[in-house]
T-cell receptor
Framework: KQEVTQIPAALSVPEGENLVLNCSFTDSAIYNLQWFRQDPGKGLTSLLLIQSSQREQTSGRLNASLDKSSGRSTLYIAASQPGDSATYLCAVRKAVGQNFVFGPGTRLSVLP | NAGVTQTPKFRILKIGQSMTLQCTQDMNHNYMYWYRQDPGMGLKLIYYSVGAGITDKGEVPNGYNVSRSTTEDFPLRLELAAPSQTSVYFC???????????FGDGTRLSIL
């Protein structure tokens, strides 16, 4: 059974820092991996989707990498801003017809 | 473009009551999902649907029922509310296997 973990559970950084959020999964045979952002009281917003054949995806200040063999993905946020404060979740899917398995999330606080 | 719309946003039920959580999407997505999110946990899949008339159980289906009579709507029904069903419920949809999921803003449900 696929299990997804995210460490740390919470992170506080001063504004302007570059930071890395981690996602680990137990079964390396995945189809794709998706990173989400969740603001308090809101649903999830898709940030980046990485297919199993890809090593990374970039969108603005965000860069997500995927290392299937080690069962890891990282979300890199450059030049963090207070507006980046949110919970970040990763989710993996084993095959095209299967459903996502979610990690518990990392709660990020960027302090001004 | 409204995306995924969930109603109600908040609800308090008494033990044993029943209710239906509504979800509708206007993106003509084939796949729709119901998740629950408990504090500090990832999202757990309750039920999903790959198209009108087709539904299937997810990881935690007990105590819930769904129907998918149209492409747009995917209601979730609680027949006999129990305190363990206190949670935040999210509906999501996606077009096909390679596309990202889109989420509603959630329904916060308390069973007292």
């Amino acid at each position: 059974k696929q299990e997804v973990t995210q460490i740390p559970a919470a992170l506080s950084v001063p504004e302007g820092e570059n930071l890395v959020l981690n996602c680990s999964f137990t079964d390396s045979a995945i189809y794709n991996l998706q990173w989400f952002r969740q603001d308090p009281g809101k649903g999830l917003t898709s940030l980046l989707l990485i297919q199993s054949s890809q090593r990374e995806q970039t969108s603005g200040r965000l860069n997500a990498s995927l290392d299937k063999s080690s069962g890891r993905s990282t979300l890199y946020i450059a030049a963090s801003q207070p507006g980046d404060s949110a919970t970040y979740l990763c989710a993996v899917r084993k095959a095209v017809g299967q459903n996502f398995v979610f990690g518990p999330g990392t709660r990020l606080s960027v302090l001004p | 473009n409204a995306g995924v719309t969930q109603t109600p946003k908040f609800r308090i039920l008494k033990i044993g009551q029943s209710m239906t959580l509504q979800c509708t999407q206007d993106m003509n997505h084939n796949y729709m999902y119901w998740y629950r999110q408990d504090p500090g946990m990832g999202l757990k899949l309750i039920y999903y649907s790959v198209g009108a008339g087709i539904t299937d159980k997810g990881e935690v289906p007990n105590g819930y029922n769904v129907s998918r009579s149209t492409t747009e709507d995917f209601p979730l029904r609680l027949e006999l509310a129990a305190p363990s069903q206190t949670s935040v419920y999210f509906c999501a949809s996606r077009l096909s296997g390679d596309q990202p999921q889109h989420f509603g803003d959630g329904t916060r449900l308390s069973i007292l």
